[in-house]
């Protein structure tokens, strides 16, 4: 769909170039039969001067074919500049595509590492580089649910020793709140922001459908990174759901292989 | 065969994976990655590239050392070399830029940024 857009703009920017320079060429044409004709008619008049008589229906008739092209050219200047418009539209368009394309293909980058691999250390690794490279931030933490204990305990963290990080009780503060209600929690002002581990500056439930397995706070972002772009809004959408699936197929999958190992054992035990 | 040789130096698959889309777009380029920068000299040696990206934070060899290595390698010293990096300081920017490095770009990434760098330094126009 986006490449078919793409086309499109190319190939309508193709053909408004072509009339462009059509236009212009057949301006060019009518300047030179304007000049051809404003000569003629030199030559007529100084004939008429000397004495000879110009026949008044050819200087007529030339005057009139003056106008005309006169007429002709104007509306040809003014379709050139209809056309100079919509070039200046296309073009903006075509570069908010670019964008967009771009943006695209990080999510689809992003998600696509996300559920490369089952190996749970593997997946916090890969939140952590695309929450570094993609969304821009320092300072952060990675924090899953103990739905036994409604407790929410930081699993990784970048910036910032994990020891720092203390526990948040499920509903409470910041942090409690997001996981409890599954919104999404931005500061008000980035500006003026200091980091306090209870109320990070952004804070995006890690959620299955409506299933809150944890958070992810952000306490500092990198120095040049100033504010969010909208796509940092679409990779925090794209991550409260991608990476909770990842983290959650991981940790099934290795307690199931450390399931499948004791059974082993039991098995090779009884079989003994 | 291919128009441009580029080679992509970075620890993270997924940031390799960001330049490459990004350098994709332009006409005839193949793209060779490395881990760090062991594995990027090594790779140096095997072919001929025209450009280097390079991060600056990996394991074994980071890419400062890479790039004062190459700059002092007769054989590759004329390759032209971005940094991209997490390390928005004008003192590393400094840094990068007098150990020999052409251009230095700060994450997170922006594939267009990335993409007119290297045009720019392929001469491509």
């Known amino acids: 769909m986006q490449k078919d857009d793409e086309r499109l703009v190319h190939s309508r920017g193709e053909e408004f170039l072509q009339v462009f320079k059509k236009g212009a060429e057949f301006t060019q044409e009518l300047l030179r039969e304007n000049e051809r004709l404003r000569f003629r008619l030199l030559e007529l008049e100084k004939s008429q001067v000397s004495g000879e008589p110009a026949p008044a229906a050819e200087l007529k008739k030339l005057n009139e074919r003056i106008a005309d092209l006169e007429q002709e050219k104007q509306e040809i200047l003014d379709r050139i500049k209809h056309v100079e418009e919509e070039n200046q539209d296309f073009a903006a368009r075509y570069l908010e595509i670019e964008d967009e394309n771009n943006n695209l293909a990080n999510l689809y980058i992003a998600s696509y590492q996300l559920h490369s691999t089952l190996d749970f250390k593997e997946v916090l690794q890969i939140i952590t580089e695309i929450i570094i490279n993609l969304i821009g931030a320092e300072e952060f933490a990675i924090m899953l649910l103990d739905e036994k204990s409604d407790e929410l305990q930081a699993v990784s963290t970048e910036g910032i020793e994990r020891s720092e990080i203390p526990s948040f009780r499920l509903g409470k503060g910041i942090i409690g709140s997001v996981a409890q209600s599954g919104e999404n929690h931005f500061a008000s002002d980035f500006d003026s922001y200091e980091r306090d581990f209870s109320a990070p500056m952004v804070c995006i439930p890690l959620k299955i459908k409506e299933h809150v397995i944890g958070v992810l706070a952000i306490y500092k972002l990198l120095m040049q990174k100033k504010e969010f772009a909208a796509v940092d809004y679409e990779l925090f959408t794209l991550l409260a759901g991608h990476a909770a699936t990842a983290i959650f197929s991981s940790r099934l999958y290795s307690d199931s292989e450390r399931k499948l190992s004791t059974i082993q054992g039991f098995i090779d035990l009884l079989t003994k | ?125």
């Open chain 2, 1 to 125: 065969m291919s128009d441009y040789n580029v080679l992509i130096v970075e620890d993270s698959p997924t940031m390799r994976q960001l330049i490459a889309f990004a350098l994709k777009r332009i006409r005839g380029v193949r793209i060779v990655e490395a881990n760090d920068g062991v594995d990027g000299l090594k790779k140096l040696s095997s072919e001929r590239f025209d450009l280097i990206l390079t991060d600056i934070n990996m394991p074994i060899m980071d890419g400062l050392k890479l790039v004062s290595l190459v700059r002092n390698d007769a054989n590759y010293k004329t390759i032209p070399i971005v940094v991209i990096t997490t390390e928005g300081a004008q003192e590393d920017r400094e840094r990068a830029l007098a150990l020999g490095a052409n251009d230095y770009i700060t994450k997170p990434i922006q594939p267009t940024k990335i993409l007119d760098v290297a045009k720019n330094l392929l001469r491509i126009v």
